[in-house]
T-cell receptor
Framework: NAGVTQTPKFQVLKTGQSMTLQCAQD?????MYWYRQDPGMGLRLIYY???????DKGEVPNGYNVSRLNKREFSLRLESAAPSQTSVYFC??????????FGSGTRLTVV | SQQGEEDPQALSIQEGENATMNCSYK?????LQWYRQNSGRGLVHLIL?????REKHSGRLRVTLDTSKKSSSLLITASRAADTASYFC???????????FGQGTELSVKP
């Protein structure tokens, strides 16, 4: 039972490069989320998807795009990476309002 | 801005003492959850309290919720060095099930 799987675990990008962070869950959850966590801070919601085919902005969506490819997968894309996007990114999924499962995170550095 | 604010930002205690962390939030909620994070690793769900509950216990954890004051507290009794971590409260509203985090309390338990 893998839960929520994020790839890659680590990534270094140059300013202006693009990349996609992948997230997959095997729990048949309806909702999926992308968060970022900066040093000394809590997680901030970037985008979420309440169900397959829908996506909505969270607290800090600027500079990101998302795709809910199917029920299992929710990807986060940085079109033109900036140093301000250096952070740890967490994906999460939930079935309802109560049970949230988090991935182990992707540590992204933009130089 | 984040939904919750936590107090204190940092707490240092001796093993065996109790640790109390407080969380305030801004909007009406469906439930409030507490998570632990060890040194930049993934999040571990500790306990959930629903909006119609006032107190909940789980092992050495006690959570209270005061919806009139929009606040919650987490009490860890008889703390251990292994409890050293960051603790976050997170709220879920009735609109869309988004989980929104506070900024966290960094707890240090000295042996």
């Amino acid at each position: 039972n893998a839960g929520v799987t994020q790839t890659p675990k680590f990534q270094v990008l140059k300013t202006g490069q693009s990349m996609t962070l992948q997230c997959a869950q095997d729990m048949n959850h309806n909702s999926m989320y992308w968060y970022r966590q900066d040093p000394g801070m809590g997680l901030r919601l970037i985008y979420y998807s309440a169900s397959e085919g829908t996506t909505d902005k969270g607290e800090v969506p600027n500079g990101y795009n998302v795709s809910r490819l199917n029920k299992r997968e929710f990807s986060l894309r940085l079109e033109s990476a900036a140093p301000s996007q250096t952070s740890v990114y967490f994906c999460a999924s939930s079935w309802d309002f109560y049970g949230y499962t988090f991935g182990s995170g992707t540590r992204l550095t933009v130089v | 801005s984040q939904q919750g604010e936590e107090d204190p930002q940092a707490l240092s205690i001796q093993e065996g003492e109790n640790a109390t962390m407080n969380c305030s939030y801004k909007t009406s909620i469906n439930n409030l959850q507490w998570y632990r994070q060890n040194s930049g690793r993934g999040l571990v769900h500790l306990i959930l309290i629903r909006s119609n509950e006032r107190e909940k216990h789980s092992g050495r954890l006690r959570v209270t919720l005061d919806t009139s004051k929009k606040s919650s507290s987490l009490l860890i009794t008889a703390s251990r060095a292994a409890d050293t971590a960051s603790y976050f409260c997170a709220t879920v509203t009735n609109q869309g099930g988004k989980l929104i985090f506070g900024q966290g309390t960094e707890l240090s338990v000295k042996p």
